[in-house]
Nanobody
Framework: VQLAESGGGLVQLGGSLRLSCAASGFTFSTYHMSWVRQSQGKGLEWVAHIASDGLNTVYADCAKGRFTVSRDNAKNTVFLQMNSLKSEDTALYFC?????????RGQGTQVTVSS
């Protein structure tokens, strides 16, 4: 299982970023996928989840109304569109296989929101 996140960076308060996660080594289209994040000194925080067919999505309260998770099963890629970014969104963002066990996740991509 390989997951490679990209798209992070430094963004101003209120700005937007689109994260991508390229998956390989498993049948991507049969797995639910999640985005989780980790702020400095804190544990993993679940952000969003998307069903294997992309038809159902669920968001944590911190992401509702601002983030959108999507996927392209033809390209084995999952995305996280983040809008109206806040300082508390600063974290290392991971995509993870599954919706409850985040053992399989990538190396992460850093998102830093500056004021």
């Amino acid at each position: 299982v390989q997951l490679a996140e990209s798209g992070g960076g430094l963004v101003q308060l209120g700005g937007s970023l689109r994260l991508s996660c390229a998956a390989s080594g498993f049948t991507f289209s049969t797995y639910h996928m999640s985005w989780v994040r980790q702020s400095q000194g804190k544990g993993l925080e679940w952000v969003a989840h998307i069903a294997s067919d992309g038809l159902n999505t669920v968001y944590a309260d911190c992401a509702k109304g601002r983030f959108t998770v999507s996927r392209d099963n033809a390209k084995n890629t999952v995305f996280l569109q983040m809008n109206s970014l806040k300082s508390e969104d600063t974290a290392l963002y991971f995509c993870a296989r599954g919706w409850s066990d985040f053992t399989y996740r990538g190396q992460g991509t850093q998102v830093t929101v500056s004021s």
